[in-house]
């Protein structure tokens, strides 16, 4: 194998600054890269933090702050279209008011938590929408920004089939991309898979568990975890079965999590946790010809969930929410359940056929962006609360209007930098400022606001001072409610926020409940303003007042080594914009397939095909990635073996 032939001289640079030698690569690996993907995508939850602000503020505060259904939700559903007949209805216990939702404040903090940031876009349209009359579809994923790259390019060519995208090093297929006959991509489900249940321990020794009115044998896992210099550390994790999973107990007497007491246990039931085939899906898609093959290759994908979109040169287009989701009762999951009998157990998993999809919609395209998948007064099952609106709520807007759609017009959309959120929260910003207060220096920024163009364009410094304003208005808003909350909480929604203040002038969470006059939003707002102005003027006396210079955006080497890595890039672009370039995340491979006769890619990654530090291909891609520039994805035919742009050849023997 080429890793047993590797002097330690001619290891990779991380290994010899690490002292590691690289393993065997094996199936195991593999798959529990897939798990790990599980965890960054499918690992959010925040049912510690709801729990905690449940039982703190009264029922009508909690609704404002934490709403089960934003206003300006588009889903990736539109609303209003029809689902099967529902076959499972789940049933919330009867002491769910009294059990559920009891006041008792938890103190569990978990050291690590996945990022609520990674999302992605995709999109395709159909040929009634395209001058060329064929489907196009777009793909970008926002993950973290590395060197070397997340993802490399690859081409897979068999007898059978001839595929080309993105992949991960050690996925055996190509995971974004398209073949001779259909385009795929994905954006992550962000549903709440994962919930905690508090079960009571027999006694400290963890060997019994009580559920169903009686007492049962544990399970444990123990791990020998190897520290160098030091005697291993003897992990033991108890398991207790809650219906039919064996579930980790993943707080306990041997781990806090942080707590100031070791007193409760915490079991977690997560789909990630049941066994799959997640590869199987890449390896059909690979090779689907048609939609009946596309639909026969997503339902292998259980755990991370996603928002499988597709695009076929017969002209269909279709998106499809896929994943195993629980059946889930109105406010399941929520919080943290009680875990002593059956009567919080998920009740099934949604059933295939009534997962929402389309199929050649009537407006002639599918997207997602990570949007609620529907309008819950439509759907059946409680889908959770929290999820990003603003970037699909663009999308849509901008599809709905556009017609004879070239691929360049969709670089255009790709890495558009109009901020939405901005455009509804602005009109308040400007109305309510008490501009006679300000100072010369903060009209100046005031200035820079109002003459903005909504856009977070790079050299833009209006789209600094609207981000820093948000910011410390929120702040001023929800300090004074939040200052005696418990430690771990979860903070409103920032939709919460400007939708509240949208429809009430007069929204409750304004006045600062410490001071004895009553705050108005116009109160709140220039109060912001001033605190935010110095700020700008350390950003601005720093050279940093310019959107791209604030925001930083830099791409890491893995092991944070500033020379290895690619810093304070010229990017635009935001947490609202359809170009979700933040500091460390963001578009991790821009992707567009026009499924003309001769399919016409494009494409770029913020980063390069080699590993390696010293090599030119090490970050090749990043300044065409930065400017927004696309280039030509070449997908090689047989007769095109001895094409000039073939650069070097590599021969593998036995």
């Known amino acids: 194998a080429f890793i047993e032939n590797l002097t330690e001289s001619s290891l990779p640079l991380e290994y010899k600054l690490i002292g590691y030698?690289?393993?065997?690569?094996?199936?195991?690996?593999?798959?529990?890269?897939?798990?790990?993907?599980?965890?960054?995508?499918?690992?959010?939850?925040?049912?510690?933090?709801?729990?905690?602000?449940?039982?703190?503020?009264?029922?009508?505060?909690?609704?404002?702050?934490?709403p089960a259904l934003q206003d300006s939700l588009d889903p990736i559903i539109p609303k209003g279209t029809p689902f099967p007949t529902q076959k499972i209805f789940p049933k919330a216990p009867a002491d769910a008011d009294s059990l559920y939702l009891?006041?008792?404040?938890?103190?569990?903090?978990?050291?690590?938590?996945?990022?609520?940031?990674?999302?992605?876009?995709?999109?395709?349209?159909?040929?009634?929408?395209?001058?060329?009359?064929?489907?196009?579809?777009?793909?970008?994923?926002?993950?973290?920004?590395?060197?070397?790259?997340?993802?490399?390019?690859?081409?897979?060519?068999?007898?059978?089939?001839?595929?080309?995208?993105?992949?991960?090093?050690?996925?055996?297929?190509?995971?974004?991309?398209?073949?001779?006959?259909?385009?795929?991509?994905?954006?992550?489900?962000?549903?709440d898979v994962r919930d905690y249940y508090e079960v009571q321990f027999k006694d400290e020794s963890r060997k019994e568990y009580l559920f169903n009115g009686s007492y049962h044998p544990s399970r444990f896992r123990v791990d020998s975890i190897k520290i160098k210099g030091k005697p291993d550390f003897i992990d033991s994790v108890a398991y207790?079965?809650?219906?039919?999973?064996?579930?980790?107990?993943?707080?306990?007497?041997?781990?806090?999590?942080?707590?100031?007491?070791?007193?409760?246990?915490?079991?977690?039931?997560?789909?990630?946790?049941?066994?799959?085939?997640?590869?199987?899906?890449?390896?059909?898609?690979?090779?689907?010809?048609?939609?009946?093959?596309?639909?026969?290759?997503?339902?292998?994908?259980?755990?991370?969930?996603?928002?499988?979109?597709?695009?076929?040169?017969?002209?269909?287009?279709?998106?499809?929410?896929?994943?195993?989701?629980?059946?889930?009762?109105?406010?399941?999951?929520?919080?943290?359940?009680?875990?002593?009998?059956?009567?919080?157990?998920?009740?099934?998993?949604?059933?295939?056929?009534?997962?929402?999809?389309?199929?050649?919609?009537?407006?002639?395209?599918?997207?997602?962006?990570?949007?609620?998948?529907?309008?819950?007064?439509?759907?059946?099952?409680?889908?959770?609360?929290?999820?990003?609106?603003?970037?699909?709520?663009?999308?849509?807007?901008?599809?709905?209007?556009?017609?004879?759609?070239?691929?360049q017009d969709m670089m255009a959309l790709q890495t558009d930098n109009f901020n939405a959120f901005a455009e509804m929260a602005m009109p308040l910003f400007l109305k309510n400022m008490k501009v006679d207060e300000l100072s010369s220096d903060e009209k100046i920024y005031f200035d820079h606001l109002k003459g903005w163009n909504f856009r977070n364009d790079a050299g833009s410094k209006g789209a600094t001072v609207f981000e820093l304003l948000w910011k410390t208005f929120e702040h001023t808003v929800f300090n004074d409610e939040f200052a005696k909350a418990p430690k771990i909480v979860l903070l409103p929604y920032e939709s919460s926020l400007l939708e509240g203040i949208l429809k009430d002038s007069a929204y409750k969470f304004l006045d600062n409940i410490t001071t004895p006059q009553i705050e108005t939003l116009a109160d709140d707002i220039t109060a912001a303003f001033k605190k935010t102005s110095v700020e700008l003027k350390k950003a601005e006396t720093g050279g940093r007042l310019d959107w791209e210079k604030y925001k930083s955006t830099h791409v890491d080497h893995l092991a944070k080594l500033a020379p290895f890595s690619r810093m304070n890039l010229p990017v635009g672009g935001g947490v609202h914009n359809i170009n979700a370039t933040k500091e460390t995340k963001g578009p991790s491979w821009r992707m567009i397939v026009s499924l003309t006769a001769k399919t016409?890619?494009?494409?770029?990654?913020?980063?390069?095909?080699?590993?390696?530090?010293?090599?030119?291909?090490?970050?090749?891609?990043?300044d065409q990635w930065a400017a927004g520039k696309y280039y030509a994805l070449w997908m090689m035919t047989k007769e095109e073996a001895g094409d000039k742009r073939v650069q070097a050849k590599m021969t593998f023997s036995n």
Request: aromatic share 14%; net charge neutral.
């Open 102 to 191: 009891r006041p008792n404040e938890l103190s569990v903090v978990e050291n690590e938590k996945p990022d609520r940031d990674y999302g992605s876009n995709n999109w395709a349209v159909s040929g009634s929408k395209t001058k060329s009359g064929a489907p196009i579809l777009c793909n970008d994923p926002h993950l973290s920004l590395n060197l070397p790259s997340l993802w490399y390019e690859v081409q897979i060519s068999t007898p059978s089939f001839n595929a080309y995208g993105a992949s991960f090093p050690g996925a055996p297929g190509v995971v974004i991309g398209f073949n001779d006959n259909c385009a795929f991509g994905f954006t992550n489900g962000g549903r």
């Open 21 to 66: 030698k690289p393993e065997k690569w094996s199936n195991l690996k593999t798959s529990l890269f897939l798990k790990y993907m599980s965890y960054d995508l499918a690992a959010k939850e925040d049912d510690l933090e709801m729990t905690n602000a449940k039982n703190y503020f009264s029922a009508d505060d909690f609704a404002k702050l934490f």
């Open 240 to 407: 207790v079965q809650l219906g039919e999973n064996w579930c980790p107990v993943m707080f306990d007497k041997t781990y806090s999590g942080g707590r100031t007491t070791n007193h409760k246990n915490y079991a977690v039931r997560w789909t990630a946790h049941d066994s799959s085939n997640e590869l199987k899906i890449f390896n059909l898609l690979d090779r689907a010809k048609n939609y009946a093959d596309y639909s026969a290759a997503i339902v292998n994908l259980h755990t991370p969930g996603q928002n499988c979109a597709f695009a076929c040169k017969d002209g269909d287009i279709a998106i499809r929410t896929q994943g195993d989701w629980p059946a889930k009762w109105k406010g399941q999951g929520d919080y943290v359940m009680p875990g002593i009998d059956t009567a919080y157990l998920w009740q099934g998993m949604i059933p295939q056929d009534e997962v929402p999809y389309q199929y050649n919609p009537e407006r002639g395209f599918v997207s997602s962006a990570n949007q609620k998948p529907v309008d819950d007064s439509t759907y059946y099952y409680y889908l959770g609360r929290n999820y990003p609106i603003y970037r699909g709520y663009e999308i849509n807007r901008r599809l709905r209007t556009m017609t004879n759609i070239t691929p």
């Open 600 to 622: 016409e890619a494009y494409g770029v990654y913020p980063g390069g095909q080699s590993g390696n530090p010293g090599s030119k291909y090490y970050d090749s891609f990043i």
